[in-house]
């Protein structure tokens, strides 16, 4: 479909449309009568394959439409109206959601970002000196942990992190959530070694992100013990969250979760990010640090970028130095072979 | 598509995925890279032919994907923090929208509904009142009046009526606001003198309604004076409203915007609508009153219900004495003549 | 104090600052060091006291400094964020707050008034609908009662409707709240059978008004059953409703429960109130209903309004018809014999 | 009145009542009938004199009971929906307001705090940044700047960096506030070169201390151009903060007023705050710096603290090192000479 004379684009992994099959299934859905609201046979079919790939055969999925919205309908729903949510100062709920989460009445406690990461030890300093505190009843109290898996660094937190925070999380009486936005490039990747199982095991809630990871739209809110959040479905509505036509978000995971599709759709494009590392590396560019996912961080010499430009469309990350810049590619499930390697050799 | 021994389904007129050509449009478009948020071409297109439909070459069009969403955005975008809207007591935003204009700070000013309408009569005294209690300052200043078009009932504003409520708006300084769910509905009946033009020459804003109109999602939101409310982008994020693949939106009304398709799209539903009046009339019904629109309420005697739901999936709305019931029977784009006529054989 | 060619004043009763005994108390005290935040010896004792007066011994006392602030803050701290709150369309919070419950994100769910009173079959019937309501998940879930006693109107719940209630609010696991501005004029009253006893065994939460009962400022917010608001003091700061003086609203209740003044205090106030109506009901006036504590609602023809006017402030409260008015007219514990008695003498 | 027994107490500056002439007004004009929610004569003339005091005679002027309270309705007062508050980390409303600002829907963006002040060059990269942020759309626009005079250190901006604070906000359409909890001993210091007109000619807002200033109970809210913030009257009462007896913070601050009061009560704290830190200096101890108002920041050897703790409380600030630890010792408007020598004599 790609023109070798068109301009590459790795500005972001949400280019296209939706992975074809998940197009066929609508096509052929399309004019069988189905309730309104999830309560739909293909949303239920999509709840069953999800709790079945988390063993959690009680678990409650709806489905939302987008990062910022499951962020803050999940976060309200799972906080007191006085609590916090801590983020590392990178986490998308900090920066990119327009204060969607103060929209709510929450404060957003932010940690430092280490790639992406919040670091074990700052989480459980934050934690105890609130205790503390003997002004902690004149502050937000933080009932919540806020990740991002991978990070929006494409950073993985490891198991043993992740069993850490959740124990601190469980000593603290702080729940925990995790925003799977890009979640199939964590399962994808070969660094990783948090599975969903783990993520119901140790989370009061997460996501399991589609917009980013092959479907049309949609994300899947999963909550592993659903007596602990009465209501969703009514909190879900009063954020205009909820979808009359149910069904599109219920046929694309039923789809997506159908003969494993979602743990094997980011492997290409965690693939294509390892080989762009390789090859760059080789030509002498630096990393800001090795991904292990689908976003490539990569510091460029200032005077390289008009030309870069104009061959391939990137993501501005941040200026690294006097003379360099951090430029972010992304691939995708959409990627192909040939795209990336005529981005190696642009670069 | 439909068996004949299959059970009729006139529940709500959301029961079936999208029109065929938007199918086909994001088959086609479905693997070309295009930018997020709004920003690809397909997007702009159908702003450009919604701003043509509207005679509003200046419009801002924003798409969101439910009504509810589109709602609170909108009413929050337009209130001061202070303000409150004014509704029809039967209005979606008092009584269907688990308190979603609530969330955002704002009271619902209810007034009394006449078959789902705000009486002008009505709407003056109100706004006059406020103006001389004096007290006013303890109290909840009206700051927008919210319509539907055609109402939650089916029924609709006349143009003499809606150019009442814009003078009244204007000369007490509160904004218009119409909503659009079923909009497609009032644009193809025959009852209906309000076009898009007046919309959105007597509007401060207004929303297309998709969902229920012939897209699988997707509501398109009209500002004719986009001065008036800076930042709606933001405020659509803030509001977790914001889809990350614009394209999706887009794509839709650009197509149901192609060649007059979301004026014709109605057409046959309200045809229908009319042939269902028509023919339960004759044989004995009584209507709640007669329908302009797609949605029929019929005055069922209740010891025929139990058959009645045998064969038909209807919609309760209210019991209506002792021995009767109110029922709702939508008919929809999708809705075929033949189901039509099961329909009239088996009332 | 009053000159007798001063005007009289029946506006309302907060017209003067405090009782004696308050004042004596702030000087007495003033010098003396004390904590903050309500952590002082004033505030412990005022707390002991009411609870003792409550026979209450485990209840949380909060003092805030209005009427509106309380309501805001205990319908907040009662209420899951996708609950509102049912009160009478006459209620303070559903008129007189200027949206502060809303603003709080919940909805005023109004039932019609009765000389300012909830009817309790009309209660039963709104939360068996509700239940019954097949869309009840996208409207707003009732999950308090507030009532207000005496209410807006002066009227008064008498204890078996005041068991009636708290009866529906228990088996459909809804809250009651009472709003006890003016609870001195209630507690004062002949007409009355609900004591503060009764309160605090039926109420989730209620508050003993001071600002018009007598104190400079402050009301009493009394939670029976501590554990069912936890962090109560958080809630309080996070609304801005934390004094850093807590000794402010500590001594005057200390003060207000010490010998029993509170329930004293609206004596001569109910029984002024009386003596108006006896003595209007004799030359001649009709009342609006005969009120049982301390404000009195007189239907005026309205060509005696302006005479009325030159002589005595008094309250508008609506148009009675075409050639009437009502107005109120407003003892307090600070009105005297003298001025009562030129009030009856000039009308 | 102090007992050379009694335990000192430096641990804040709001421990005791208010000034004597406060307390004689209160008694003088407590039978006075006046007009609630601050139209009586004494919020009249406070405001007066107020206004006078700033030379800025079309000011508005709204009497409040709290910082927290100020703040909250202030900023939500003075920001779109969509925008948030630039304060120093350590601002009142960053640390200290339980999430009040957020509760009301906006996030408080911080910047480094250096001895409590946000350095001007920090604020301008800031401003700078996010105008040029590719994703500032995403992203909670900065719509004012927060700063306290004193701040929480209570240290003090100079007119210069006030100047350029302004010119920044100016230039980048941000609103300008300032927080003036402990105004009076700003005004009171040596160190001090902003007046009360300069803060009226800089700021879009700010408020007047007085509950630490010698009140009761109370912050004067002045907004010299009130047209920008229309209908603040009923924002105030929109967050429960409006005062049925506004005579309360009326007379308070009418008094405050009088005679240059307020000029003048806070000359003895900061006087006494300088004779202990010279006093201790001398005596070795080390400040955390040099205070110009009344709080005195101490670094104690933490084998010091527990017999210091014995004869003075004071308030814990900070961990310093290892072996040391940072206290707070506030003076008031209350202290004695006395007091302070039985302190350095302690020390």
Redesign the interface.
């Known amino acids: 479909?790609t023109d070798t004379n068109e301009k590459l684009?790795f500005s972001?992994d949400?280019?296209?449309?939706?992975h074809?099959r998940i197009?066929k299934r609508?096509?052929e859905?399309?004019?069988?009568?189905?309730?309104?609201y999830g309560y739909d046979p293909c949303s239920e079919s999509a709840r069953a394959r999800i709790r079945e790939a988390c063993s959690c055969p009680k678990a409650e999925v709806q489905f939302l439409?987008?990062?910022?919205?499951?962020?803050?309908?999940m976060i309200?729903?799972m906080l007191?109206?006085?609590q916090?949510v801590i983020s590392a100062s990178s986490g998308h709920v900090n920066?990119?959601?327009?204060?969607?989460i103060?929209?709510g009445?929450?404060?957003?406690l932010a940690l430092p970002q280490h790639n992406g990461k919040i670091a074990v030890s700052d989480l459980e300093r934050y934690l105890t000196d609130f205790e503390q505190d003997?002004?902690r009843?004149?502050?937000?109290?933080p009932g919540m942990v806020y990740l991002s898996q991978p990070t929006e660094y494409g950073t993985l937190y490891t198991l043993q992190e992740l069993e850490a925070i959740h124990d601190l999380c469980h000593s603290h009486q702080v729940k925990l959530y995790v925003d799977g936005a890009r979640l199939a490039y964590a399962l994808a990747s070969p660094a990783n070694d948090v599975t969903l199982l783990d993520l119901a095991r140790l989370c009061d809630a997460f996501y399991i992100g589609g917009?980013?990871c092959g479907a049309?739209?949609g994300e899947a809110v999963v909550v592993p013990e659903p007596d602990t959040i009465p209501?969703l479905?009514?909190?879900i509505?009063?954020?205009?969250?909820?979808?009359?036509?149910g069904?599109?978000t219920g046929i694309q995971f039923d789809e997506l979760f159908r003969d494993g599709l979602y743990f094997t759709i980011g492997k290409s494009a965690v693939d294509y990010a390892g080989q762009i590392q390789k090859a760059l590396t080789e030509k002498g560019y630096r990393l800001l640090f090795e991904s292990p996912t689908n976003q490539v961080y990569l510091i460029v010499p200032d005077d390289k970028l008009p030309a870069l430009g104009e061959a391939v469309v990137y993501s501005?990350w941040e200026k690294y130095d006097e003379a360099h810049t951090v430029i972010r590619l992304s691939t995708s499930w959409?990627s192909t072979q040939e795209e990336v390697e005529r981005l190696i050799s642009i670069l």
Chains 1, 2, 3, 4 share one sequence.
């Open positions: 479909m684009n972001c949400y280019l296209e449309g939706a074809e197009l609508l096509s859905t399309n004019l069988q009568k189905m309730d309104g439409i987008g990062g910022t919205q499951a962020n803050a309908v309200d729903a007191q109206s006085y916090g920066v990119h959601e327009a204060g969607a103060e929209a009445g929450h404060k957003v003997s002004n009843d004149h502050m937000v109290m917009t980013k049309l739209i209501h479905f009514t909190i509505k009063q954020h205009g969250a909820l979808l009359a036509k069904r599109l501005f959409a």
